[in-house]
């Protein structure tokens, strides 16, 4: 039964609408499970009713007619519960209803499975047969298998086939797809989406200009593999079977055979780019080949799979014009790196959207950090129609509009206006200092790592550089910086900085940082060899930047360093050695330079119970709210699934920061805040109030938190951070700052407009 689940979740996976995949699912369950009818039930988008929306053995004519309450019959049983049935004999069960016409009064055994996405039951698999019997367990565990694994490729296609279902809110001027915030802002563009080399269902339809350069492109990608297939033969024909050989030849011929070739090229002939030209080819070959009663040719659908990949990766690598951004570029792809972001010329870029991730996985941090929009966790949208539509994306609510009608498009036109009146408001505090109304200042410092951020920091009115990122200028190389380049990178930034601080954070990667030439699989990356475990581990790669960071400090007084991902003494007593013996050996090689101030980060429970311990053994602490926060709740931050429950105001949140806080009043040691909460005004009060040293955030966020903290007395402040310590869940700290917020005329930094 395994191997009948994995082919009917590949078939689904070539669908193109609901209406295909639910004709390929009704099908397969009827055959694979010798029952006398197979059905989808939907839930129709009131939630309380659901309708026949494909049957392969009922009556047809009840598709889209069948339709019942939620609270009706044995299929209504299982929407409204979320409860398998399995009932030997359906019609002697109360919960039974007999709808005419339906075609199932002659049937007796009833499994109905419930199809479960994201905690919402999107319908129900019906299986039934005339026999009176129940069905064994290894059907049900079948079915409930099956059920769970084409959920989400269910609720794609009803996105793509049946918007009205699946978007937001009734009203037609309100359609929309229901993500998560990811940075805050409103951007109105083109989307443009970055497709996987792996993942033909990522592919975007594209208009093409010149056709037989497209044509051009695929054949030579075809000849290309080919010659690869060819010499791999070559280079093992010494232990080669005259079997295996043969196998080898009916690659090249299938790479090169007259159907693949000759229909991708007619698709490429109709104005689609040779990417989904091919696609569509291999999901139809893919597909006939399923069909086939021969279980020998039902194999060979994974061949035309594979090759199809191969061609794929060839046209993938092999592009032959420079790709054209849109104006107003809304970056749509699975997993959007720092990389794929610096491909996208600054002024072209206008917002984010990512399947993957929530607010404080690391693209967000880069999009705040560059002042643009993002909606994260848009595992629910497919993404392969979107391309070059125009899309609205709202970092405040976390949604992103598709087509938008013009009433939406006025209304958020109007959003970003105001937005830009805002920023232009806010200008007006950029001499004035972070003091709050009864004379208590507080340091407001930048996070960054980017080089478009160096520019940049003699524009934002700060205190200095809070955290510099180091991995940054790592991942958007193609191998390790050497000693001289990081040099020059980490003394652009202290010059402009200067006078002003700057922390340089020694290299925190892996986790949801890879490099690609320095790869780390892990099945729990975000619990494994990172941070400071891979630097120690690698004392090289630490010497070496730690020697380039002293040396870009000559002459300099505003260099400090800091370690990232401390969890023990022995890691910050071997980080603290090496941090000796690259002072020494710089000063060996005659550079007279002044000893900077090292210090913990706090981001592991661990560190906020040896805060104190820490605190004897630093010049500072400073506290990464975001790896904190995750590692606390036990909540993956580039997780959709969970990233509801990833709460900077949860109360262990809290109440750990406040710790540390208090670590470094006793030990007169400064502690910076320099996770994404810094930047949230609803939490910057309650930061103030514990009497932290400064708060390090995006550039873009440190004129809103200097507007909070100026509107807000030291002595208001201490008495909200009271009250919130006495509150026993997330939700109610939030409504407590966001009332107060409101109340002292700033409920735009937490809503979108004015």
């Known amino acids: ?134 069905f064994n367990e290894e059907r049900v565990a079948f079915m409930m298998a099956l059920a769970s694994q084409l959920a989400g490729a269910i609720a794609h296609a009803k996105i793509v086939s049946d918007p009205q279902y699946s978007l937001g809110a009734d009203r037609s001027k309100e359609k929309y797809f229901s993500c998560i915030p990811g940075a805050p802002g409103v951007a109105i563009g083109t989307a443009f989406v970055l497709y996987s080399s792996s993942d033909f269902n990522s592919v975007p339809d594209r208009k093409i200009e010149n056709i037989d350069d497209e044509i051009k492109l695929f054949k030579n990608a075809v000849s290309q593999v080919c010659d690869d297939i060819k010499e791999m033969q070559s280079s093992l024909s ?34 689609n780019w040779a990417q989904a030209a091919l696609r569509d080819t291999i999901k139809e070959h893919t597909i006939r080949f399923n069909e086939m009663s021969d279980e020998y040719m039902r194999e060979r659908a994974d061949d035309i799979r594979e090759i199809g990949l191969r061609i794929f990766s060839k046209l993938h690598s092999g592009k032959s014009t420079p790709i054209k951004y849109p104006k107003r570029t809304i970056l749509v792809g699975e997993e959007i790196g720092a990389t794929q972001l610096a491909e996208v010329p600054a002024k072209r870029i206008a917002g984010i959207i990512s399947a993957k991730g929530s607010n404080s996985s690391h693209v967000a941090i880069l999009a705040r950090a560059m002042g643009i929009p993002a909606v994260m966790g848009a595992s629910n949208v497919s993404f392969g129609w979107l391309d070059q539509c125009e899309v609205i994306a709202d970092g405040y609510q976390g949604r992103i509009y598709v087509q938008p009608p013009p009433i939406v498009r006025i209304e958020y036109s109007r959003l970003v206006r105001e937005e830009s009146q805002l920023k232009k408001e806010l200008k007006g505090l950029r001499k004035l200092p972070a003091e709050t109304s009864d004379g208590v200042k507080l340091k407001l410092m930048m996070n960054t790592g980017l080089l478009v951020d160096e520019k940049s920091t003699h524009k934002v009115e700060c205190d200095g550089v809070g955290l510099y990122r180091t991995e940054f200028p790592f991942m958007i190389r193609s191998s390790f910086p050497n ?16 006078p002003n601080p700057v922390t340089l954070r020694t290299l925190d990667v892996g986790g949801d940082k890879p490099l690609t030439y320095f790869p780390v699989s892990e099945d729990n990356p975000s619990l494994g060899w990172r941070g400071i475990r891979v630097t120690l581990d690698h004392p090289e790669i630490m010497i070496t930047q730690l020697k380039a960071m002293l040396k870009a400090s000559l002459g300099l007084t505003n260099l400090s360093i800091l370690f990232p991902m401390i969890s023990n003494l022995e890691e910050l007593d071997e980080a603290q050695t090496l941090f000796e013996q690259a002072i020494f050996e710089v000063r060996q090689e005659g550079y007279e330079i002044v000893t900077p101030k090292i210090g913990a980060m706090i981001e592991i429970p661990a560190a906020v119970l040896l805060a104190e311990s820490f605190a004897k053994r630093v010049d500072f602490l400073s506290i990464g709210t975001n790896d904190l926060t995750q590692f606390l709740l036990a909540v993956d931050r580039n997780n959709a699934r969970v990233v509801k429950l990833y709460d900077s105001l949860h109360p262990a949140v809290i109440r750990a920061v406040k710790h540390v806080a208090d670590v470094g009043k006793k030990y007169v040691k400064p502690v910076s805040v320099c996770g994404e909460m810094s930047g949230y005004p609803a939490a910057a009060v309650l930061l103030l109030a514990m009497g932290v040293s400064s708060l390090s955030m995006a550039p873009t ?54």
Request: net charge neutral; glycine share 6%.
């Open 238 to 271: 010494d232990v080669l079977s005259d079997e295996d050989h043969a196998l080898f030849d009916a690659y090249v011929l299938l790479a090169n055979s007259d159907t693949l070739v000759n229909e991708t090229i007619g698709r490429i002939h109709q104005g």
């Open 483 to 498: 000693e001289s380049e990081q040099v020059d990178v980490y003394r652009k930034v202290l010059k402009a900085t200067a």
């Open 701 to 754: 966020s440190i004129a809103k938190i200097k507007w909070v903290i100026r509107s807000f007395s030291y002595k208001k402040a201490r008495r909200l951070l009271n009250t919130a310590l006495e509150k026993e869940h997330g939700y109610e700290i939030r409504n407590l700052m966001f009332k107060e917020l409101e109340e002292a005329g700033l409920g735009v930094l937490i809503r979108a407009g004015h």
């Open 1 to 134: 039964m395994l191997e009948v689940l994995r082919r009917i979740i590949q078939e689904v996976n070539t669908a193109h609408d609901l209406d295909q995949v639910l004709s390929i699912i009704v099908s397969k369950i009827r055959k694979s499970m010798a029952v006398d009818a197979a059905s989808f039930y939907l839930v129709e988008s009131n939630k309380k009713d659901f309708v026949l929306r494909k049957t392969d053995g009922l009556n047809v004519d009840a598709v889209n007619e069948l339709r019942l309450s939620i609270d009706q019959g044995l299929t209504g049983f299982v929407i409204r519960t979320g409860e398998t049935q399995n009932i030997a004999c359906a019609p002697k069960d109360d919960r039974y209803i007999n709808v005419p016409n339906s075609g199932d009064d002659t049937l007796n055994a009833y499994l109905g499975v419930p199809v479960i996405y994201q905690r919402m039951v999107l319908g129900a698999l019906v299986v039934q047969r005339k026999e009176s019997r129940q």
